[in-house]
């Protein structure tokens, strides 16, 4: 997932920022409410983790405005504020949970999960595709059970070919995806991320197909096979309605 941290504490924003990248998401960080503003106005996110105290605009203030966009992007408020109206206000204005500060980061991971199994539905938040499984909420992926060893940027990669099976996306999307403020991803090293990717996961029984130029496509071996035939036999029928013209031409 692509998560912006709204936090005015440089601690707290530093500690939030390094659990949730070694988890394997993408995070970027403002420490103003009008940047978090700017930021949820410009780019897409996944989540957005809220602090209330915000300079420039309040964390009320950018969830209010969030909300009267029509955006659904799960929040999670964190706030010194404990009072019983403070959580009361911040729910009743549109953010899914609640924290109080100070908190243990193993509690905020934890509820980082529940918000990410709640925007998919309830559902346990695992894919499967041939033998590969891919638990969206635990951060895992798993071949016939056995947990694959994937480099973040292996399964940030990985999430994405997953939620968008079958379907083609460009190097640029990945590369776009990927990245965190400050740290561009280089479409070379999206091939090498890609390289050592396809060879952790091809035993599973899928395979990342790439079209040169377009981008990549994850499928299943069969499918691809499937589609390869399908490319064949289209060749033959145009090569067999080429020959049959030019007997035709020729008489």
Not at 44 to 60: E, W
Not at 72 to 88: K, W
Not at 147 to 152: A, I, T
Request: net charge neutral; hydrophobic share 40%; proline share 2%.
């Amino acid at each position: 997932m692509r998560i912006l941290i709204a936090e005015n504490d440089a601690v707290i924003a530093d500690a939030l920022v390094r659990a949730l990248r070694h988890s394997g998401h993408a995070v970027d960080h403002v420490p103003s409410g009008t940047e978090a503003d700017g930021a949820l106005a410009a780019e897409t996110f996944d989540m957005l983790i809220l602090d209330l105290g915000l300079p420039g605009m309040s964390g009320y203030q950018v969830l209010s405005k969030l909300r009267g966009n029509n955006s659904h992007v799960p929040v999670l408020i964190l706030s010194a504020e404990e009072s019983l109206e403070a959580r009361v206000r911040g729910l009743d204005l549109g953010a899914d949970d609640y924290l109080a500060k100070p908190f243990a980061l193993e509690e905020l991971e934890a509820r980082v999960r529940a918000l990410a199994r709640r925007s998919a539905g309830g559902s346990t938040g695992v894919i499967r595709i041939g033998d590969l499984s891919f638990d969206q909420v635990g951060r895992v992926a798993r071949h016939n059970g056995v947990r694959l060893d994937l480099s973040s940027r292996e399964f940030a990669l990985l999430e994405i070919l997953v939620q968008r099976s079958g379907r083609l996306i460009s190097k640029e999307q990945l590369a776009e995806s990927l990245c965190k403020w400050g740290e561009g991803v280089s479409l070379n090293a999206i091939e090498v991320y890609m390289h050592r990717l396809r060879k952790k996961i091809e035993p599973s029984g899928v395979r990342i197909v790439t079209l040169r130029g377009l981008g990549y496509c994850l499928e299943r071996v069969q499918e691809s096979k499937q589609s390869a035939r399908n490319d064949a036999d289209s060749a033959i029928r145009l090569l067999q309605t080429l020959h049959v013209q030019k007997e035709a031409a020729d008489s």
